[in-house]
């Protein structure tokens, strides 16, 4: 599909009104097919100086930018990987199309808060698309332009460069509806600061921080830094952006230091300095297909796996579910190079406006919808990525889904075969059944740590450093990196190890298709009940007086410790490195902070409902004299029968 690029423009005719827009109906014409539905909106279309752009106006945008011919001759910028971009970009000029675009005479001042906002963790975050109500654009193009001009700077005191060869940055982004123009502001970003730009187009988190290591000069590799244009399965008004190098995705630290750095940047632009960075942009753009080398590399993974066959999934009837990501490339360019049949795989095409349903390996409208393919195509499994495939999961030919707990026990088998007795990192909310699983089914060892991706892969790298094997670092949410695969967090590289597992079943003669990976989880406990409550802490509420969320929930958290120990039917757990985590009436519960929202999640497992009831009893009883605390979601657990 063509995606549209509005360029960047000085706007200084924000004033230009329907008329002159209209000055291009010659358009008009070509584009029935795909805008028909909102043709009327042409003749009450002022689009308001690129402010606040409507839901339904933006829909229009959309439309348009399935056809580009028609996209084009209204004078729209279009934008195909494949051709690059061509046209102009009148309508970016007269409509200013995102908000604040880019004129230094109209840009806001912003401040250090504005920055530090942005930050979600070790990534950044924020609101690229106008439209929705309470949530302004934050993620504004002279705002990402400020950051990529800040992490290239951080980039070149990491690298200390040598100035005759300057370092180069690859960029990538996912199906995004606001991804190219952001990926145009990063490019400009990027150049500013004197550094070379490799756009990759449509790729997955994972493939950026692969271009780091990979080695191959055909295609520029490799480079010294990677941005990927991300806000994985939030909705799609959002967008983000990771940022590698060889040494792994940046932490906490240096997002807060690429901020700090962005606010000066930001607040000095000059009118002439975007113009020239535009200029520098065009002269150090280059554009390289990565995918193509990060696909082979994992179809080679596969192969030689099998023991160097060709096609060892030939047969195989393997379907896949991208939820209009970007992981629409698994089908076509991983598995039926491997032979597999993809037939009946679905939602492969990017759009980002996530019409069939969240890319989201947690969500249990997505993981129905991949359930239901396998079942309606009779397939041996199904595979299913998150928008930017660094997570994953399965579903096996019984329609079992493999995610969250039984995702990771299957890792944990098919890597603890390899490596006996190896230490197997997870996030903070797995099952008390999957320790007993992995330590006295599997042999290995259960190091239950904090929630966060990168909380969990940087915890398995301190552990070989202190000399405890760990092999596997991986969480509920389907993120999981492997000691083997440079511990990147890569979901199509954990379902590389699941084709691994098939394929040498089949090189071996067991027959049987994916009943080689429902083997491997047997014996597995599992919960009756499974919940998630996510109480939300009322960040404007007296009771908080003046204080910080955060350590309003520390209160909170604190005053269930003293309420658990005071409780002979409630024992804490001995190890716990966030939040309270308690055992009682045969199952367990674990209240927290968010790492990111000013909220704590409640998660309860037991064998019945009435068990997880009196847990649930247990913690509202105690959290119920904090009035800032929502804990409505707990109420309505306890009411249901
Ligand atoms: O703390 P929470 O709000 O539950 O969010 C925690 C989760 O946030 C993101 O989705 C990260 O990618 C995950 O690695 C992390 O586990």
Redo the contacts with the bound molecule.
């Keep these: 599909m063509a995606a549209i690029v509005v360029n960047v423009i000085v706007a200084k005719n924000r004033q230009l009104g329907t008329n002159e827009y209209y000055s291009h109906q010659s358009g008009r014409d070509c584009c029935s097919a795909a805008a028909a539905p909102y043709n009327h909106y042409r003749n009450l279309l002022p689009f308001h100086g690129g402010k606040n752009l409507g839901m339904e106006e933006w829909h229009i945008f959309h439309a348009f930018t399935k056809i580009p011919d028609c996209f084009s001759r209204f004078g729209f910028s279009v934008c195909d990987d494949r051709f690059g971009c061509h046209n102009n970009s009148n309508f970016a000029k007269k409509f200013n199309f995102f908000a604040a675009a880019s004129s230094t005479t109209a840009l806001p001042y912003l401040d250090k808060v504005d920055f530090m906002k942005l930050q979600n963790?070790s990534d950044i975050r924020g609101v690229a698309v106008p439209g929705v109500e309470g949530e302004p654009v934050t993620l504004t193009e002279p705002v990402t332009e400020a950051i990529a001009t800040a992490f290239s700077a951080w980039l070149s005191e990491k690298k200390k460069v040598d100035a005759s060869k300057p370092l180069k940055v690859s960029v990538g982004h996912d199906s995004r509806i606001s991804a190219q123009v952001l990926q145009d502001a990063v490019t400009r970003g990027i150049a500013s600061a004197g550094l070379n730009v490799v756009q990759y187009g449509l790729a997955s988190t994972p493939a950026m921080f692969n271009s780091t290591l990979t080695e191959d000069e055909a295609f520029l590799c490799p480079v010294d830094g990677a941005i990927m244009i991300t806000a994985?399965h939030l909705p799609y008004n959002r967008n983000g952006f990771k940022f590698f190098t060889n040494a792994g995705g940046l932490g906490k630290a240096d997002i807060k230091n690429i901020l700090e750095r962005a606010v000066d940047i930001y607040n000095s632009f000059t009118d002439e300095g975007l113009i020239k960075s535009k200029r520098k942009a065009s002269e150090s753009l280059k554009r390289v297909d990565y995918m193509t080398v990060y696909t082979s590399d994992l179809v080679k993974a596969v192969r030689k796996a099998a023991g160097n066959i060709e096609k060892p999934l030939a047969g195989f009837h393997i379907v896949v579910d991208a939820g209009n990501g970007a992981g629409g490339f698994f089908a076509e360019k991983v598995l039926q190079p491997l032979g597999a049949i993809t037939s009946g795989s679905q939602f492969l095409e990017p759009d980002g406006m996530f019409p069939n349903h969240i890319p989201n390996p947690e969500d249990k409208t997505a993981m129905k919808a991949i359930t239901q393919a396998v079942l309606e195509n009779k397939a041996d499994l199904g595979i299913i990525f998150d928008t930017d495939v660094d997570r994953s999961a399965v579903v096996d030919s019984t329609a079992r889904e493999f995610n969250r707990n039984r995702l990771i026990a299957l890792m944990s088998a098919i890597v603890l075969e390899e490596h006996p007795g190896t230490t197997i990192v997870t996030?903070s909310v797995t099952s008390d059944g999957l320790t007993t699983f992995i330590e006295n089914k599997l042999g290995g060892k259960h190091h239950r740590f904090k929630?966060?991706?990168k909380n969990v892969i940087d915890e398995a790298v301190r552990l070989n450093s202190v000399g405890e094997e760990s092999h596997l670092a991986i969480?509920t949410?389907g993120?999981g990196a492997l000691k083997e695969n440079h511990w990147l967090d890569d979901g199509a590289y954990l379902m590389v190890k699941v084709l691994n597992k098939l394929a040498s079943a089949r090189a071996s003669g067991i027959a049987g298709g994916s009943k080689v990976l429902t083997d491997l989880v047997e014996g597995l406990q599992e919960p009756g009940v499974a919940v998630e409550l996510r109480l939300k802490i009322d960040q404007n509420h007296p009771d908080l007086k003046g204080g910080s969320f955060r350590e309003y929930g520390e209160a909170v958290l604190k005053l269930l410790e003293n309420h658990v120990e005071s409780d002979p039917k409630l024992q804490k757990a001995p190890v716990n490195y966030e939040g309270v985590r308690v055992s009682g009436f045969g199952g367990w519960f674990l209240l927290r902070l968010?790492?990111?929202?000013p909220?704590l999640?409640l998660n309860i497992e037991a064998s019945s409902h009435e068990d997880a009831v009196k847990l649930g009893l247990a913690v509202a009883s105690a959290v119920k004299k904090f009035p800032a605390l929502d804990t409505s979601a707990v109420d309505k657990f306890l009411r249901t029968p």
């Design positions: 963790g994985s996030d929630r966060g991706y969480e949410s993120h968010s790492l990111h929202d909220v999640p």
